[in-house]
């Protein structure tokens, strides 16, 4: 949950939205769609908004709505998985072209795969997932796996060369 203070005003990408005291942007933009196929271009677009929106100075970080993406990539590197407050979480980086390297995170709790790492360097990946950016050094996608929430209507996925996980 990103908490935010009252007093600001946040410029979502799909409009303005005015922060009422105490409490937290959650869930997609109005109108979000989750695309239906890889669209790595959407994705790219959606990073630089982002980057933009909330470069110095303009918006503070983590004052925004979550999106819906779909992409493919190459993974550039794996990482241990961690204990989070939500259970057990496996890391790794993709690379969807030109832009910046996003960490993908999968709750191993609640997807259906093997033991991690169930990914590897080189391995052609397809992502289904929440895009969020909290910084340029602090962005990612989660919410991989295949459940659903109220905040979150979408179920995610990661496939490893053709194998799908949820």
């Known amino acids: 949950m990103r908490l935010f203070h009252p007093s600001l005003a946040v410029l979502s990408l799909v409009g303005l939205a005015l922060a009422m005291p ?13 695309p239906t196929q890889c669209d790595n271009a959407h994705f790219l677009r959606d990073q630089s908004a982002f980057a933009q929106q909330f470069s110095y100075h303009r918006t503070a970080y983590g004052l925004h709505s979550d999106l819906p993406e779909h992409m493919c990539g190459q993974v550039t590197k794996v990482f241990r998985a961690r204990r989070s407050r939500s ?52 962005q990612g996608v989660d919410w991989t796996h295949h459940g659903t929430s109220r905040n979150w209507p979408w179920a995610g996925f990661v496939a490893v060369n053709g194998q799908s996980y949820q």
């Open 22 to 34: 105490g409490e937290a942007l959650a869930g997609p933009p109005a109108g979000a769609v989750m």
């Open 87 to 138: 259970g057990w979480h496996g890391y790794f980086m993709m690379s969807v072209g030109s832009g910046e390297p996003v960490r993908v995170v999968s709750n191993l709790d609640e997807m259906h795969a093997p033991s991690w790492p169930w990914v590897k360097v080189g391995d052609h990946v397809e992502v289904q997932g929440r895009y969020y950016y909290d910084g340029p050094r602090r």
